[in-house]
């Protein structure tokens, strides 16, 4: 067997290699979800998404006989490691074919340049950070991946493991469907909630969206600011992923719910597209508005990006409120048949309980790895 060959991405014609080869890992995989070429490139320019402005990254192609038969992305993100004072190395966009010794070496290239940072450790995947899409699948798999949600071939857990990572932390996520009866002691403990009248819940607003994003900004940074991984989005980011939703966004199922008049919980869920991104298969082109108009039908379920409450506020029963709410949005129409909530961090008891409770179901696991580098110093 020849050797691997390991290149890094400098013209655009491998910049057009790395971008391309899910199409053929994937080839024979129904269950994928293409995602559009130009949403990858436009996340990996470092010129212009606002990610890199404060980031580094290397991308890299395994080669065997001058086939591409792999890709990684090595990242060192400067927001993360002055917000938790640590030299946290990053990979991801990892894609290959099932060759052990092609992971390997796409692994310990991105390894040696991390350290030659100054980096002590490497984490993946993220997607470049943990505020867009993250790990690998490691349960679920005959189930369609819903939006910004990772999938993968179910041997992608033994090439990382094999390249010496450990498991540094699993991610759950959590199904409600058309099947879903809530209990009745939730559904008595939401009425009893909003009786009280010091607790209301509304839907965003379209014609304030600068007003509103600012406002998810806010919260979610308040809620999240102690959880594991957690690094608040810059301004610019959250602008462009602003942009990038307005696109698809319900007003109607993103909502937040004020105590006393006070914002201090808020719901992020968005239509899951990716039925359409299935049609689309990588490409807006002239037939993408026409698409849309032919299987727009088939946009049926939606994704929780995010639920955050205030810390002090947590003991109040808000997320069983914000469930009521977005069972009420679906009573009122067909619109929507399902719900995934997650991820989930797997030591998120308080959460994980509560959905479980409350009657969704665990669908869905994936996987954060780590590997350090003390025997390097």
């Not at 470049?128 to 857990?157: A, C, K, V």
């Not at 094999?162 to 939401?190: C, I, N, Q």
């Not at 900004?217 to 959880?227: L, V």
């Amino acid at each position: 067997m020849s050797a691997i060959e390991i290149i890094e991405v400098r013209q655009r014609s491998q910049l057009k290699e790395f971008v391309n080869l899910p199409w053929k890992i994937y080839r024979n995989d129904n269950t994928w979800i293409p995602p559009l070429k130009k949403a990858v490139r436009r996340l990996l320019d470092k010129d212009r998404h606002p990610f890199w402005k404060f980031s580094e990254q290397l991308l890299l192609l395994a080669k065997r006989n001058g086939e591409t038969i792999g890709r990684i992305a090595g990242i060192v993100d400067g927001n993360y490691n002055r917000y938790h004072n640590t030299g946290m190395g990053v990979w991801g966009f990892f894609e290959c074919i099932n060759d052990p010794e092609a992971a390997a070496a796409l692994f310990s290239r991105v390894e040696e340049w991390v350290c030659g940072k100054g980096m002590t450790y490497l984490r993946g995947p993220l997607s470049p950070s943990i505020n867009y899409e993250i790990g690998i699948l490691i349960e679920g798999f005959e189930h369609r991946p819903t939006f910004m949600m990772p999938y993968n071939p179910p041997y992608y857990d033994q090439i990382v493991k094999a390249a010496g990572f450990r498991k540094e932390k699993d991610l759950h996520s959590y199904l409600v469907d058309r099947t879903w009866s809530p209990p009745g002691w939730m559904m008595e403990l939401a009425d009893r909630i909003r009786r009280k009248g010091n607790v209301t819940v509304r839907h965003a607003r379209r014609d304030r969206v600068r007003e509103e994003v600012a406002l998810i900004k806010k919260i979610f940074d308040e809620s999240w600011n102690r959880n594991w991984g957690f690094v608040p989005m810059t301004d610019d980011e959250a602008e462009e992923l602003t942009s990038n939703l307005l696109k698809i966004v319900d007003p109607e199922i993103i909502f937040f719910i004020n105590f006393k008049e006070e914002p201090v919980s808020v719901g992020l869920v968005v239509p899951d597209i990716n039925p359409l991104l299935k049609r689309l298969n990588g490409k807006i082109g002239l037939l993408g508005p026409l698409k849309f108009l032919l299987y727009r039908k088939e946009i049926n379920g939606m994704r929780g990006l995010l639920f955050g409450i205030k810390e002090e506020y947590r003991q109040l029963g808000l997320p069983f409120l914000g469930l009521d709410y977005l069972l009420g949005v679906a009573r009122k129409s067909d619109k929507y048949h399902y719900l995934e909530l997650g991820w989930n961090l797997e030591d998120n008891d308080a959460i994980n309980q509560l959905e479980t409770e409350g009657g969704a179901r665990l669908f869905k696991k994936y996987r954060i790895y780590r590997k350090s580098f003390v025997d390097r110093w």
